[in-house]
């Protein structure tokens, strides 16, 4: 078929691949290029760096709600629209340019994780599997009728949202194959939205860590937001992102915050058990491992680390 392509990070390269490789890619739709990187050098989104080689024309444009969109992607004669992790709310004269209709690959079984980060959320809610849906778009935020589901896909125990997005974009694109060449058979199911949950955009503060709450739920924030925007603490040393954790122990250790020994390790107290870091990085500098952390850092037992200030607006 001819295909009408949205997407923007690594997470729709398999899903594009695929399309290349089965159908007629007609063009690419993808956000802006922005400034990324330690110059904040503009920086092309990875689906604009897969498809420009491939010869397929590549749109970025700011807002898709700009007058003048449906008609210029309708010159492009698509069939069929498929979205991946575009970042935009397409609207519907843009939704309803493709006379088949637009097909979204979504990163969780729907109606749970409904919204633009279903990976991290279903981490940090310590849910323990997962899977795809294929559903055909409407104007709401995920909630069209389905067409294929993945079987549930095991989150593994220490598994990040970045490791477990690699293994998901592949079973999207594999689905995305499945749902296309069964398309004219498949009836679509709507949603029981009573079942329904939310994953909204993640915002840096997602990501700072409230002692108060118990070890294994703060280390499925830290797994949640690898690898971004990170699990964020504070200490009178500096701010210190911690990457990878496991908890230890259980019931009130020490007052939580608080760096204790536990085992022969230095942990983190929580109101549950305590956090043992394993990779942090401190402001500005190189990751590295917790006890190199500790040898290179004055913190001492007692030491207490706090949550991050809420951003100003």
Sequence with gaps: MRVLFYGTPEFALPSLDALLLHHQVVAVVTQPDRPAHRGRRLTPPPVKVRAEPAGVPVLQPP???????????????????????????????????????SINVHASLLPRCRGAAPIAWGIMRGETATGVTTFQMD??????????QSPPVPIGPEETAGELA???????????IDTLARLDALTPTPQRNEDASMAPRLTKSDGYLDWDRPAHELVN?????????????????????IWRARAVGSGPLNPPGLLCHHD????????????????????????????????????????????????GP
């Excluded at 709310?89 to 209709?101: E, S």
């Excluded at 690699?166 to 995305?176: D, P, S």
């Excluded at 924030?221 to 992102?241: D, H, I, K, Q, Y």
């Design 221 to 241: 924030v830290v797994r949640g937001c690898n690898p971004w925007p990170g699990a964020l603490t504070t200490s009178r040393a500096e701010r210190l992102v």
């Design 139 to 148: 104007e709401g935020m995920d909630t069209g009728p389905i067409l294929l």
């Design 264 to 311: 022969g390790q230095f942990v983190i107290s929580t109101s549950d058990g305590a956090l043992l870091p394993v990779e942090v990085q401190p402001e500005s500098k190189r990751l590295m491992s917790w006890a190199a952390y500790l040898r290179g850092t004055r913190l001492a037992a007692g030491a207490r680390f706090l949550r991050p200030p809420f951003p």
């Design 166 to 176: 690699a293994r998901l974009a592949v079973r999207g694109a594999e689905l995305l």
């Design 63 to 101: 807002r898709l709600r700009e007058p003048g969109w449906p008609e210029r992607l309708r010159d492009f004669a698509p069939e069929v629209a498929v979205v991946v992790a575009y970042g935009q709310i397409l609207p519907k004269a843009v939704l309803d340019v493709p006379p088949r209709g």
